[in-house]
C-alpha cells in the first residue's frame, strides 16, 4: 500500500500562485508515475499533471500547458504542482495521484491507470 497527503490548497486571488505538495509513504519503491488530479463541484475528476519516476517525462493538460509544473524528489517520495497565474476556473479539490504500473516513456492521463489516491486539497480562485 502507498499513503499520499495533499498540502498547499488554499485560497488566493487571481493570478497568484500556489505550490501543491503530495508526501508518500509505505511502499514508494513500487511507485512509478505520479499524478495531479482536480474535480470541480458537479464535474468528473481531470487530468492535471502527471511525471514518470525517472522525472524525464511529464504531461499537462491543456488548460495547465504554461501555468503550471509537475516535479518531483524522489529522495523525499514527493511531487509537486506549482500553479501559477491561477484563474477562477482553476478552483477545485486538487488530488495526487500514484501508479504502480512500470509504463516506459508513457505518463498516464486516465484515473483508472492510477493505483492509490490521496484525500484532496482545496484550491479556490477568487475573481
Known amino acids: 500500500q502507498v499513503q499520499l497527503v495533499e498540502s498547499g490548497g488554499g485560497l488566493v486571488q487571481a493570478g497568484g500562485s500556489l505550490r501543491l505538495s503530495c508526501a508518500a509513504s509505505?511502499?514508494?519503491?513500487?511507485?512509478?508515475?505520479m499524478g495531479w488530479f482536480r474535480q470541480a463541484p458537479g464535474k468528473e475528476r481531470s487530468f492535471v499533471a502527471g511525471?514518470?519516476?525517472?522525472?524525464?517525462?511529464?504531461s499537462y493538460a491543456d488548460s495547465a500547458k504554461g501555468r503550471f509544473t509537475i516535479s518531483r524528489d524522489n529522495a523525499k517520495n514527493t511531487v509537486y504542482l506549482q500553479m501559477n497565474s491561477l484563474k477562477p476556473e482553476d478552483t477545485a479539490v486538487y488530488y495526487c495521484?500514484?501508479?504502480?504500473?512500470?509504463?516506459?516513456?508513457?505518463?498516464?492521463?486516465?484515473?483508472?491507470?492510477?493505483?492509490?489516491w490521496g484525500q484532496g486539497t482545496q484550491v479556490t480562485v477568487s475573481s
Open positions: 509505505g511502499r514508494t519503491a513500487s511507485v512509478n508515475a
Open positions: 511525471i514518470s519516476r525517472s522525472r524525464s517525462t511529464t
Open positions: 495521484a500514484a501508479d504502480v504500473a512500470f509504463r516506459a516513456g508513457v505518463v498516464p492521463t486516465t484515473t483508472h491507470e492510477y493505483d492509490f
